[in-house]
C-alpha cells in the first residue's frame, strides 16, 4: 500500500467556545477514494477547510508527502497539489466553459504589447480534458449557465485535475444531482482516482459514498471514530454512526420503515 500523500492527525479546531474538531484523524493515499461522512454540522466543511489551508489548526499536526506542513493560506496548500471543488463551484454561468476552464491561468501567445490570450489552444484543451472525463461538449465557447449540474461539476474536476491537483477534496459533489448526473459524476471520480490523484469525497449520502468509495470515516460532533476500508463495512452501519447511533434506529422503529 502506498503511503499517504497527506496525513491530519488528531485535528482540533475551535471557534471561541465553539469545539467544532475534536480529534480527527485522516489520511489520503495516491488513487484512493476516501470518504469522509457525517451528519449536518458534523465539521465536514471545518475539516477540509483546515485541509485546504483556509483555517489553521487549534491542535493537531498535518504532514504532506511525508514532511510536516503548515499551510498559511489557500493558495499555499493549492500550490502543494491540493484542489478543492466547493458546493457553490465558483464559477461564472455567463463565461463559456473555456473562461471558466481557465479562469487566471489562461495560455498566452505573442510577448509584450502583442501578449494575447491564445483561445484557439485554450478551447482545443477544454474539449479534449472534458472529453476525458467522458463529456463530449457541443462547443468549448458554450456558456458555463448551459451545462447541467453534473457537467458543471465535471468542469471544476476537470480543471484542478489539468492544474496537477494531487489531492482532490469534493464538497457534496452529487448532493444537488439527480440519478444519472450522479452516476456520471461517480464515474469522473473514478477516473480521477485512476490517474493516481488522492480523492477526498464528503458526502452524506451513504449509497453514493459506497458507490465509488474505497474507505470511509464517518465524522460525528466533531470527531471521528476510525475508519473503515470498503467490503468491512455496511450501509446501515455507516448510517448509524453518522446519526450517533440509536437515534435513527428509534426512528424507523417509529415509523416502520427504512430511512
Ligand atoms: N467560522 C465559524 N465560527 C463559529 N462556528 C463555526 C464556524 N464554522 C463552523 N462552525 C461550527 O462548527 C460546527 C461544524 O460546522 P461545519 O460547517 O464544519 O459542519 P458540516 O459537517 O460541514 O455541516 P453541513 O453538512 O451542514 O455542511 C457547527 O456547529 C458550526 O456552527
Ligand atoms: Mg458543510
Known amino acids: 500500500m502506498s503511503d499517504p500523500i497527506i496525513q491530519l492527525n488528531d ?3 475551535h471557534f471561541g467556545n ?10 489520503v493515499r495516491p488513487g484512493e477514494c476516501h470518504c469522509l461522512l457525517g451528519d449536518n454540522g458534523a465539521g465536514k466543511s471545518t475539516f477540509i477547510k483546515t485541509m485546504s489551508g483556509v483555517h489553521k489548526p487549534t491542535e493537531g499536526s498535518i504532514t504532506f508527502e511525508g514532511r510536516a506542513m503548515s499551510f498559511n493560506s489557500p493558495r499555499d496548500a493549492m500550490e502543494a497539489g491540493i484542489a478543492t471543488v ?22 498566452t501567445v505573442g510577448r509584450g504589447l502583442f501578449k494575447r490570450f491564445d483561445i ?6 477544454t474539449v479534449v480534458e472534458m472529453r476525458k472525463m467522458g463529456i463530449n461538449l457541443r462547443g468549448a ?19 484542478a485535475v489539468y492544474f496537477g491537483a494531487k489531492v482532490l477534496i469534493l464538497d457534496e459533489p452529487t448532493s444537488a444531482l439527480g440519478v444519472r448526473q450522479t452516476a456520471n459524476v461517480l ?13 477526498v469525497f464528503i458526502s452524506h449520502n451513504v449509497r453514493h459514498a459506497l458507490a465509488v468509495g474505497d474507505r470511509f470515516t464517518v465524522l460525528n460532533r466533531g ?18 454512526l453518522m446519526a450517533g ?15
Request: hydrophobic share 40%.
Open 11 to 13: 485535528i482540533k479546531k
Open 18 to 27: 465553539v469545539i467544532a474538531l475534536n480529534g480527527v484523524t485522516f489520511d
Open 86 to 107: 466547493f458546493q457553490d463551484l465558483a464559477m461564472i454561468p455567463l463565461m463559456s466553459v473555456t473562461r471558466n476552464f481557465f479562469m487566471g491561468r489562461e495560455p
Open 120 to 125: 484557439e489552444n485554450a478551447n482545443r484543451v
Open 141 to 159: 465557447d458554450q456558456a458555463v449557465g448551459t451545462l447541467s449540474g453534473g457537467e458543471r461539476q465535471t468542469v471544476a474536476i476537470a480543471r
Open 187 to 199: 464515474a469522473t471520480i473514478d477516473k480521477v482516482r485512476k490517474q493516481g490523484v488522492g480523492v
Open 223 to 240: 470527531r471521528t471514530l476510525g475508519t473503515a476500508n470498503r467490503g468491512e463495512i455496511r450501509a446501515e452501519e455507516l448510517q448509524d
Open 245 to 259: 447511533g440509536q437515534e435513527l434506529a428509534q426512528l424507523e422503529g417509529s415509523l416502520g420503515g427504512t430511512i
